[in-house]
């Protein structure tokens, strides 16, 4: 259990994080209706994925660690917003956080390094899809300054069911 007191260091993933990064994904693909994945993913099959966030550039992958354990508690990405190029100044951005670690701070954490990071970099706007309804994560993105501008209704399907996503901007 993580401990009010526990020392996080956040910092650019690596490769050797690849099997925990999986394992948390996997808990939301199989348990929540937070990502749209539908199967769960080998580390194998998560890599390239690891390997399009390098630790330069708008497409960042930032890791929470606890200092004592090593044990990743969460991550924030930029990833390219769209493939086409007048996209290029756009970043989507997430966080995941591991379930027993929540409310600890640790999406804050991520989210100040991650833009952080970001800040020297040619970026315009950054958008953030949040699954409905997810009070945790709509709190997070605003009070990173990030507004709300739309819901695509029913746009997934997952458990049985359609869902609900709220779209927030922020201006880099």
Known sequence: MLSERTEVQVRPGVEDDLEALTDL?????RETSI??????FTPEERRPWLLSHPEDGPHRLMVAVDLDSQEILGYATSSPHRPKAAYGTSVETTVYVAPHAGGRGIGTLLYQALFAALADEDLHRAYAGIAQPNEASTRLHERFGFRYVGTYRE????????????WYEKEL
């Open 25 to 29: 994904y996997n808990h939301y693909v």
């Open 155 to 166: 746009v997934g399907r997952k458990f049985g069911r359609y869902w609900d996503v709220a």
């Open 35 to 40: 990502t749209f994945d539908t199967a769960v």
